[in-house]
Each structure stands twice: as C-alpha cells, then as structure tokens.
C-alpha cells in the first residue's frame, strides 16, 4: 500500500515529521521522547495523528520493538530530509534568538497577576536585559503542550501534571480560598469548613481547564450541600453584581500565606480549612533551550 499526501500536505506539520524520523533511527518511543525533552505519551499521541491524517500505519509495535511498515520506510527519505533542514535552520536560528534583542515567550495562566513572585522575577529580567518579553495567556495543560511544541521557552503553571520532558523550578505555595462580599453571613469566620457551604452557589472555573486541580477542591464542597457553577471566567466583579444576596461565592487561588479577611478590594477572602496546597512552577524543556532561556531560568533560580 502507497502512501497518497494529496490530502495531508496542506496540513503538514513538520515537527512530526522529525519526531517519527527520530523514533525510526532509535527505535524507541521512550529513547526518542527522553531525546526530544517531551513526554511519551505526547509523543506517541502526535505519532498515531500522524498516521490517522496518513490513513496508514507506520510503525509495527511489540511489546518489545518497534519497528517500520512498508509505508514507514517510504516514508523516512523525505522526514530524514526535513530533519537534516531543520537542524541547519535551528544552527542559524540560535544565533537569531541569542541576540542581545532576543525574544522570550512565556506562559503564564490567567490568574498570573495574583502572584507577585511571577510579576517580580518578569520585570526584572526585562529591566536587567535587553530581551522583548511576551506573556502569553492559557491554562496549565495547553501551556504544556505549546511548550512542547516550541511555541513557549518556559511557562509558569500549577501541579498537577505529567513532568516527563520537563525541568521544573518551584515558584510559590498556593492556597484555595473563597472569595465573598464584605456583607455575607460567612465572612465574619477566620477559616471554612465545606460544610459551611452547604446551599450556596460556587462560581468555579471549567473543569476541562484542569481536571485534576478541580476534582482535587470542589467534589468535596459539592458533596457537603454546595452548588459548583462552572464559569467561563471567575470574576470579582460577579460577586457586586449578583442579586441572589448571601449566595454565590467564587473559589480561587492565591499565594500562601493566605490572612483571612478584607483584601483591598471590597471583599473577603476565607481559606478552606485542611484543604491542600499546590506548588506555583516554572517549567521549560529539559532540552534546545536557548541562551535567553537560560538567563531567566538562572534568575529564577537564584530568587529568594
């Protein structure tokens, strides 16, 4: 059976195209993904998208080798090509990125601004050297997955999740909390039992955002008496404007120590008692980072 590309070739991904070129000189799914600096499973995900757009198979798995189909072999040329392309253009491209103007892209999620170890390490870096900062936007798994694909140099995210491929640098402890109006009938308490929160409304972030961070706060609360509301967005702002008053409050994260009480803005922050902590992280490749990279993930190391 040939291969036909007819119907792949405006939806070619080239980093695929290495990465199946690497695990046909290695051998090895686990070998390729400890090369690459990604995570097996991501890695053979993206290979088998490969052979679902191709409509074929192109290795032949055992549980102890791999090893190439027919289409598999006629194949590997052209990926081998792409390779030995990309490993020139990478050659130049170092030097590109290692200019004192160099970019650094990073990922923060969007309740960043809440950490002032993040804010304080970024404006530092940007104030001591001449790199163009971009700070983009999104939440753990799909900063991950960008940085995989070297769309991210590092990315600043919460446990849990898969840190095969990665180098992971603690930032802060976060705590979960619950967030009311001055005037609610719970914001007298120093802390929160879920019990507390029997028969009210509590404005959550989606779960497909982050299962595991979710399923680790609200299942309980829901199982005291709680309604968990799923938001597109977890706003402050929906606390002032809800008419359902002594009702709806918002779960969030902030940096540990939580005080309770008043926060500047006109509302009350609670912890929940016993529940636990996250850790705040800086990620990057374990490998093919550049200079740029480097400097920030030496000053985040070397940050109080």
Known sequence: MGISLSAYVMDLDLKTAIQFAHIARTHSFSRSAVELGVSQPWLSTRIRQL??????????????????????????????????????????????????????????????????QRA??????????????????????????????????????????????????????????????RDDRLAVKRSLRPADLA?????????????????MFYPPLVRAGATVIELPEVRRALLTTD??????????????????????????KLPLRDARTLKFLLIRRSRANSRTCQRFWDMARSSP
């Open 120 to 181: 304080e390490l970024v404006e530092r870096f940007a104030s001591h050297t001449q790199a163009i900062v971009e700070l983009d936007v999104g939440w753990t798994h799909r900063l991950i997955d960008r940085l995989q694909r070297h769309e991210l140099d590092a990315a600043f995210v919460i446990e849990p999740f898969d840190p095969n491929g990665l180098e992971v640098l603690p930032i802060a402890t976060l705590q979960f909390v619950i967030m009311m109006r």
């Open 243 to 268: 008419d359902r008053q002594d009702t709806l409050v918002l779960g969030a994260f902030q940096a540990a120590p939580v005080t309770a009480g008043p926060d500047g803005s006109g509302l009350v």
């Open 199 to 215: 028969g009210r409304r509590i404005g959550a972030f989606t779960r497909d955002l982050n299962p595991g961070v979710f399923d």
């Open 51 to 116: 052979e679902e757009r191709l409509g074929c198979s192109l290795f032949e798995r055992t549980t102890r080798r791999i090893r190439l189909t027919p289409e598999g072999e006629q194949l590997l040329p052209a990926a081998e090509a792409l390779a030995a392309g990309a490993a020139e253009f990478e050659a130049v491209a170092q030097g590109l990125r290692d200019h004192p103007r160099a970019r650094l892209r990073i990922g923060t999620p969007p309740y960043g601004f809440m950490f002032p």
